[in-house]
């Protein structure tokens, strides 16, 4: 079964920049849509940036302008490039990806998650 495993959070002051990766590994007959999403305190976990097979990119509203997505087809790689970051940034960001497994069965993987605190 696919696994993400998100790396790259941490701690930064408000104007700051950090970089997100996510590795998937096991055995996928296709990932499609792969893309980050995050969740703060209390609040129900948002899309912040998808990028399809392709290389076509959606962004919440919020993010565009400061954070870039980019993906890495071969490796099954996908990072988020945040830049200018804001208090509001702060969360937990989740790697996300569509993927068809074995008997092509398809379903949604989520990686563990990982924290940003963004301090202003």
């Known amino acids: 079964q696919v696994q993400l495993v998100e790396s790259g959070g941490g701690l930064v002051q408000a104007g700051g920049s950090l970089r997100l990766s996510c590795a998937a590994s096991?055995?996928?007959?296709?990932?499609?849509?792969m893309g980050w999403y995050r969740q703060a305190p209390g609040m129900q976990r948002e899309l912040v940036a998808a990028?399809?097979?392709?290389?076509?990119?959606n962004f919440a509203d919020s993010v565009k302008g400061r954070f870039t997505i980019s993906r890495d087809n071969a490796k099954a790689t996908v990072s988020l490039q945040s830049n200018s970051l804001k208090p509001e940034d702060t969360g937990v960001y989740y790697c996300n990806a569509e993927v068809v497994e074995l008997g092509w069965h398809s379903r949604t993987a989520w990686g563990q998650g990982t924290q940003v605190t963004v301090s202003s």
């Open positions: 990028i399809t097979s392709d290389g076509i990119t």
């Open positions: 096991g055995v996928a007959l296709q990932i499609n849509n």
